[in-house]
């Protein structure tokens, strides 16, 4: 997992969430944007960095596991985000049965680990192409 910063990934992710609410006070965003475009800008930039420390495209097995850190990077920074907003929280679950809360944010988990590791060889594979057509 050479070139792969945790620290790095949660920053473009947060910097994303934070750009998205800003964006949303001017547009109207559409609902699943949020869930996935943070991700997917933090995973691709974290594949382009990879490429470039590594040179080569990313193993399948590797990408999975990153995917996996990534996910669970997501979730905390999720979590984190949930308690601050606890008051709105707690309305929200005292109209929404628990199980249905936590039935929905699996689902959007499962597709923002699908969407880190498509996006994370993506980025990868898109610096390696890049480089080959420069050195042509």
């Keep these: 997992m050479t070139g792969f910063s945790k620290s790095r ?17 001017v547009v109207p ?21 990879i490429a470039k420390a590594t040179g080569q495209p990313i193993a399948k097995p590797d990408a999975w596991r990153i995917a996996r850190v990534q996910t669970a990077l997501v979730i905390a920074v999720n979590l984190c985000m949930m308690a601050a907003f606890f008051g709105v929280l707690s309305e929200v679950l005292s109209i929404v049965p628990i199980w ?4 929905i944010f699996a689902i959007l988990m499962v ?20 480089e080959a057509r420069s050195t042509k």
């Design 29 to 49: 965003i559409p609902s699943g944007l949020p869930t996935v475009l943070p991700c997917m800008l933090a995973s691709m930039i974290e594949g382009q960095k």
């Design 111 to 130: 597709i923002v680990f699908l969407a880190n590791r498509f996006f994370l060889t993506m980025g990868a594979n898109a610096v390696l192409k890049a």
């Design 100 to 103: 249905f809360f936590i039935m």
């Design 9 to 25: 990934y949660v920053i473009v992710y947060m910097l994303a969430v934070a750009a998205l609410m800003a964006a949303s006070l």
